[in-house]
């Protein structure tokens, strides 16, 4: 990332964990969703408004990610989230995953890529470049 990334801490509940009390793999799907819908936020984007209002939507076209040491129960982490790749209907979030803090033990290397649609026809729509202006260098 060029940039600091959007950091958002979660911790690890027991629900989150399968039975040998580490996190099952889709749970790191699920925080990565928090902190990129957090990050939006922090970015002025309102998605609920941007649906209802100009009939537009972000969807995941895909995902990927390199799970290196597993998270337990009650561990506190951080998830990033940050603009890797603009192009004209799509962009790509690079994520990662920390025990403790941004200087912690990584445990998952991740990034999603999503599409900007039309809600009503689900077509691609050009992103506009203001959505992601101040997160470029």
């Known amino acids: 990332m060029t ?5 958002w801490p979660v911790r690890v509940y027991y629900e989150d964990t399968d039975a040998q009390g580490v996190v099952y793999y889709a749970g790191y799907f699920r925080f990565m969703e928090r902190a990129r819908t957090e990050w939006l ?4 984007i309102d998605q609920e408004k941007m649906m209802r209002e100009e009939r537009r939507i972000f969807v995941v076209t895909d995902t990927k990610a390199q799970f290196i040491v597993p998270a337990r129960f009650n561990d506190e ?3 990033t989230a940050g603009l890797g790749k603009l ?3 799509t962009f790509e979030i690079e994520q990662n995953i920390y025990r403790d803090s941004l200087d912690g033990e990584l445990l998952i290397r991740a ?3 999503a599409a900007y649609l039309d809600a009503d026809t689900m077509k691609p729509q050009r992103v506009p470049h203001s959505i992601f202006e101040e997160n470029e260098s």
């Open 41 to 44: 936020r922090a970015l002025g």
């Open 87 to 89: 192009t004209r209907a």
């Open 111 to 113: 990034g999603v890529t």
């Open 3 to 7: 940039t600091r990334p959007f950091v």
């Open 77 to 79: 982490l951080v998830v």
